[in-house]
């Protein structure tokens, strides 16, 4: 068993992990639609096969109701403990198509980045976890390891829950290692210790029985697209607050000494935020910093929006329906189906009898903590700091990965959540990039990782 032999493993064969990579970008994993069914199950051999070439035992793909969960183990010594690798090989739709300046699913390397969709979201962060796995398993690995790959966490992983609860002997872990989420900047390593949750909805909003001509009938009939608007448009206050009855009743207010550290963070949020999004100025709970907004503040989200016309050219129509695709992010104590109930009342007292709408519920989950006092949570740390210089930054994230919460419920099992993109990965967006000298740095945080925490 050698630490050094394993580091040494990842420099001799990084360009073959890097082709690896590329080959499993290759496949378009969507998983949102059902015309990529074929490729994501694609995406699950794959996963297979190269949990098989690396070595690792009982690999088996488990058929879900969707999209299958991949599995596999790397043993060490009885005695030592065990790491399980979550992770994800779908992505997310690469629309819109024409904004990428190379194919989404043809990986092409410009300057230090890859540009591939689901290139760190989370594709490569996967092969980080599998390829530090193959470097310490070819030199006797410090800790058994298992992995748990599925297909569906881009959709808010519905069918991951019943199949923890079916698998929990073959889930038994001392830790979750969860790399989904992110680093802030390529020389600050970070550990995340909090996620929002999400309720995700469309909302349709039904006029004329057809489309009319709009100068034939403007006038007499509440045009769906204004009407959805004008819902809409009443969901926040001009503060940026949300107006659903009950929303913010279970809300937890943030602590002084919570507050203190996340404004302790070695960076200018407000800056960072202009930059990264290229907006005029930043919106939002004045009384809340951007940090606090985006990591415990809940919001309300226009994710997609559709009515009429949206041709090139003119037509002069009043569409028959409009619809929305409306989401929350959560914070703890928060229920998406509580959620769900908040917006259906807001509708009921808001919707004019001009309209009839009805609200579709979609998968959803809750938010999640996790203690950042476990032994897991050190031995990154330790590792961060000997591959990076120094120790990790501890932020709450605002995206979401529902497995954290199933499993801290269904198996009591917490997780050490971290990742290797960066703000600007274009995670979810067109020319979605991994910076490559990061990855690979990754993957030898990952590895002394292995060993530090084999040390206990
Ligand atoms: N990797 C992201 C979540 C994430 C993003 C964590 C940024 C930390 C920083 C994940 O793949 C994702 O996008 N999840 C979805 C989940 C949802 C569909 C339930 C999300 O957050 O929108
Ligand atoms: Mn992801």
Redesign the pocket.
């Known amino acids: 068993m050698s630490e050094k032999a394993a580091l040494d493993f990842l420099n001799a064969n990084h360009e073959r992990f890097l082709e690896e990579l590329k080959e499993f970008l290759r496949i378009p994993s969507v998983s949102t639609t059902e015309e990529h069914k074929a490729d994501v199950q694609a995406a699950a051999e794959w996963v297979a096969a190269n949990l098989r070439k690396i070595g690792a035992k009982n690999v088996q793909i488990f058929p879900t109701k969707r999209h299958p969960v991949v599995y596999g183990e790397i043993a060490a010594a009885k005695s030592a403990p065990t790491v399980l690798v979550y992770g994800?090989y779908d992505v997310q739709p690469p629309d819109p198509e024409e904004k990428w300046e190379t194919p989404p699913f043809e990986p092409s390397i410009r300057g230090e980045r890859l540009y591939a969709r689901g290139a760190s979201?989370?594709k490569g962060q996967v092969m980080a976890s599998l390829k530090a796995a193959e470097a310490v398993a070819n030199s006797g690995s410090p800790v058994n390891i298992k992995f748990i790959i599925e297909g569906e966490?881009?959709?808010?992983s519905p069918d991951l829950a019943p199949f923890i609860a079916e698998h929990k002997e073959l889930l038994v872990a001392d830790v979750c290692l969860n790399p989904?989420?992110?680093m802030l900047a390529p020389d600050l390593p970070t550990i995340?210790y909090g996620?929002r949750g999400?309720a995700y909805f469309e909302l349709y909003v039904y006029g004329p029985t057809h489309d009319l001509h709009s100068g034939v009938y403007g006038g007499v009939v509440h045009n769906p697209a204004q009407a959805i608007a004008e819902l809409i448009a009443g969901m926040h206050d001009k503060d940026g607050r949300i107006t659903l009855p009950g929303f913010y009743d279970k809300v937890l207010p943030l602590s002084e000494e919570e507050r203190a550290a996340l404004a302790d963070l070695p960076f200018d949020p407000e800056k960072f935020y202009l930059e990264q999004t290229g907006v005029p100025k930043l919106w939002g709970e004045p009384e809340y910093t951007p940090i606090e907004r985006t990591g415990a503040r809940p919001t309300l989200e226009i994710n997609g929006l559709y009515s009429g016309y949206i041709g090139k050219g003119a037509k002069t129509v009043i569409p028959s329906y409009a619809m929305a695709k409306i989401s929350c992010r959560l914070v703890p104590k928060q229920d998406p189906a509580e959620v769900a109930e908040q917006l259906r009342a807001y509708l009921e007292a808001n919707a004019p009898d001009t309209i009839r709408w009805e609200l579709k519920v979609m998968d959803?989950?809750p938010a999640s903590i996790v203690n950042l006092d476990q032994p897991a949570v050190k031995a990154l740390a330790k590792a961060m700091e000997q591959t990076w210089g120094r120790g990790p930054v501890y932020r709450r994230?605002?995206?979401?990965?529902?497995v954290v919460g199933q499993m801290q419920e269904i198996l009591g099992l917490e997780s050490v959540l971290t990742?290797f993109g960066l703000p600007d990965s274009l995670?979810?967006a067109p020319n979605e990039n991994l910076h490559l000298p990061t990855w690979r740095k990754g993957m030898e945080a990952l590895v002394r990782f292995f060993y530090r925490f084999a040390e206990g």
């Open positions: 994800h979201d989370m966490e881009e959709i808010g989904d989420a992110g995340t996620l999400l959803g989950a994230e605002g995206g979401s990965i529902p990742g995670i979810h």
